[in-house]
């Protein structure tokens, strides 16, 4: 893209929203906006081809709180029903969001209402915009930025090739539910390193999801994540469990996972394939969670159901090597595939990890969720006794519907329906005496 003299815009009072999107439409060719130090107040922006937005150390890019200001941002992929950004493009290349300042969206506060005690989250509001979202893009730069609490999905990339992200800080709210650090959907070419995530939800999450059109956003393939930090209470690093299309080629290399529950996470759920990935040194930090949240502090967690049958069986999870793994877990390292054999090759190499009780007594069963009754078509939207739609779901017999008794009590590595799984020198050290709930025999396949 060729430099362009910035334009810089000068911190005030009154939002600038009308005059930076009239600046972005009405000047041709390349456009660098600089956006000085102090508060910008802000609200949705249609971002287009051949964009540098800087926001300066010391300038705060503040977008205003409602769910209405948004409506002339709308986007292609409806997620946790939010149709909204507060930056979106669509089909557009050569756009960069840098400099050394911070967004800030007020999530926690404006989008929430109250406490859920049994889940430990705050009450979030049912429509709430992502922060940015490029769909179909090409050339994709974001580096430096510092993003904070977010109110939905800080960062949403859907259909992208060669997107570059480094240097970037995303600080959630801990208590915030939905508010994923960043989510690569059905993109190609995608570097990320350097750059940390904190959030209640998942860290960084690859997802190959379907449009409202019917549409795919097609395969996640040549994705590499390094030198990254996360925390989550949800999975750190995770594919799934949206997963239309394949998963190709994708590493994690050199990360830390601090105070999450899940580490390590694939679920295959929709006919995509997943094959070729790799997880090598990682140090993990996995605790135990309430029964509403999917785990319970599981260092690797991989699943694959059937949650469409009626259109197409799970795809097939192949060729996985996790090696290199160091840290503590209040879970175990699970592998379960709802079809025998449909999970195979997967390498364990180079595991050295404390296995502790937790406080909660969660992790002593594993967790297959979501599963088909967690589906939004299976739900009944508004019965509160039947669970929490996309979290929980109560069966006949009271239980939460994908929570499954260990056979024997938890071991440190379980294995169900695979086929083809090598461990090369595993060593988890666990308590002595065994705490009650749990195996003996801590291999389980």
Known sequence: MTQAHPIRIPAGDAPITDKLQALIDGQEGPLHVLLEAGTHLCTGLTLRSNLTLEIAKDAELRFLPGYELYATTTVAIVAEESDRAMMAARGAENIALIGEGRIFCNGSTAYSHGDDGEMGTLVASRYRPRILVLDDCRNVRIEGLRIHDAPMWTMHFAGCESISVRNVEVDNN????????????????????????????????????????????????????????????????????????????????????????????????????????????????????????????????????????????????????????????????????????????????????????????????????????????????????????????????????????????MPAIFAKGVTGLTIETAQVDRPSPLPEGWNTDPVRV
């Open 174 to 409: 801990r208590r915030m539910p939905n508010t994923d650090g960043i989510v690569i959907d059905g993109c190609r070419d995608v570097d990320i390193r350097n750059s940390s995530f904190r959030t209640a939800d998942d860290g960084i999450v690859l997802k190959t999801t379907r449009r409202e059109d019917g549409s795919l956003t097609g395969p996640c393939e040549n994705v590499r994540v390094t030198d990254c930090i996360i925390e989550s209470r949800s999975c750190a690093l995770k594919l799934g469990t949206e997963s239309f299309s394949a998963f190709r080629n994708i590493t994690f290399e050199d990360v830390r996972i601090e105070k999450s529950n899940r580490g390590l996470g694939i679920f295959s759920r929709d006919g995509g394939v997943v094959e070729n990935i790799r997880f090598a040194r990682i140090s993990v930090d996995c605790s135990e969670t309430p029964a509403g949240f999917w785990g319970s502090g599981e260092a690797v967690t991989i699943t694959l159901l059937d949650r469409r049958p009626e259109e197409f069986p799970a795809g097939d999870v192949r060729d996985v090597v996790i090696e290199d793994v160091t840290g503590r877990m209040e879970g175990a390292i699970n592998f379960y595939s709802e079809r025998e054999g449909a999970i195979h090759d997967v390498t364990l190499r180079n595991i050295a990890i404390r296995q502790e009780p937790g406080a909660l007594g969660t992790g002593r069963c594993y967790d297959i969720r979501p599963t088909i009754d967690d589906r939004f078509d299976r739900f009944p939207i508004g019965d509160k006794s039947a669970g929490r739609v996309n979290a929980w779901r109560y069966g006949p017999d009271g239980k939460i519907i994908g929570l499954i008794d260990y056979p024997g009590g």
